[in-house]
């Protein structure tokens, strides 16, 4: 009787380790849930609904998108952490959120760094520097010649305490050397329309964001601020060919996983996003919104990602209009 039992529990054991594998190739049996950190019909709202339909289908398994604005990202953020670890919650972030948040409110957000770990990138943009079309500023040698004609008369526009169109014109005052006079509004559309009605003389924010009041031929785009041309506005310089060519900056948003999430199921999904990518109508549906593809490698986005939060951590250390908890 006891051998019987033995060699019962030895068959059980033996089962349930080659089911194992079965539910791993299974993975995912139900919906996976994006919890996205900006409101709905946000740059980042908009990637990961494009993207997570595409994946959706290749899945077979609905992507639910969950928005959970506030507080720089970070309502979303502990919402992912507070969910089980099991590959079915994602965190879909921008730039802002865990590349300079971490920085600006370290008590709040410093353990982002290692609370989760890159997953995919889901699209990369620039930023382009606007003014107001009646503006006598056309050019980013125009902006700094009048910052240091008249110190703190420039004024720009910003999203939000530690956005990324705050840390970018933070930047460019270091990386020029110029004061100009930051001034907060109510998120980045309302930032814009600052800019279009001369509340503000300028603002860095991303394509997208402007392409409305750029679009209505209230505002004029003087310069992109990625390595190279921007696609979608090939006529417009970048900063760094316009005199400061160490300020390069791209915003971008991604998915993120908790640090306990199983790594395989992350790459499914990375896998997943990548192929994604491949399809030629996401593509175009991206570009329409002002995206490109992002880089779907898990290994390579966190990567960048640390490489990111880097230069932002250097950024909001030499301003102290970023340093809010210290």
């Not at 595409?54 to 506030?70: M, T, W």
């Not at 600006?104 to 930023?127: E, H, M, N, W």
């Not at 050019?139 to 990324?164: F, Q």
């Not at 898990?298 to 030499?318: D, G, M, R, Y």
């Amino acid at each position: 009787m006891c051998n019987l039992l033995r060699l019962s529990a030895a068959i059980g054991g033996a089962l349930l380790t080659l089911s194992l594998p079965a539910q791993a190739q299974n993975y995912p049996e139900r919906p996976i849930r994006i919890v996205v950190a900006t409101p709905a019909g946000s740059t980042p709202d908009i990637g990961a609904r494009l993207v997570g339909a595409f994946v959706s289908a290749e899945l077979k398994q609905p992507v639910v998108i969950d928005n959970r604005p506030g507080v720089n990202g970070t309502l979303a953020a502990r919402e992912v952490l507070k969910a089980a670890p099991d590959g079915y919650t994602f965190l879909m972030a921008p730039q802002s959120t865990m590349s300079i948040t971490p920085h600006v409110y370290p008590k709040q957000a410093g353990s982002f760094l290692t609370d989760f770990y890159a997953v995919s990138q889901i699209y990369r943009t620039d930023f382009s520097l606007v003014v107001n079309s009646a503006s006598k500023l056309h050019s980013v040698s125009d902006v700094i010649a009048a910052a240091k004609k008249s110190p703190g008369k420039l004024t720009a526009a910003y999203a939000a305490v530690g956005s990324a169109s705050h840390a970018s014109i933070e930047l460019f005052k270091q990386t020029a050397r110029v004061d100009i006079y930051a001034v907060p509004f109510n998120g980045s559309p309302a930032a814009a329309l600052g800019v279009a009605s001369g509340e503000a003389d300028l603002l860095f924010e991303s394509l997208p964001s402007t392409e409305s009041v750029v679009a209505s031929g209230r505002v004029r785009r003087i310069a992109v601020t990625g390595s190279k041309r921007f696609s979608l506005a090939p006529a417009v310089p970048t900063v760094a060919e316009s005199g400061l060519p160490n300020f390069v900056v791209t915003t971008w948003a991604g998915l993120f996983a908790s640090k306990d999430v199983p790594r395989e199921r992350a790459e499914k999904i990375a896998n997943s996003v990548a192929r994604a990518f491949a399809n030629p109508e996401l593509v175009k549906k991206l570009a329409d919104a002002g995206f490109l593809p992002g880089d779907s490698s898990l290994a390579a986005f966190q990567k960048f990602w640390q490489s990111e939060s880097e230069v932002w951590k250097t950024t909001v250390a030499n301003a102290p209009a970023l340093q809010q908890e210290r």
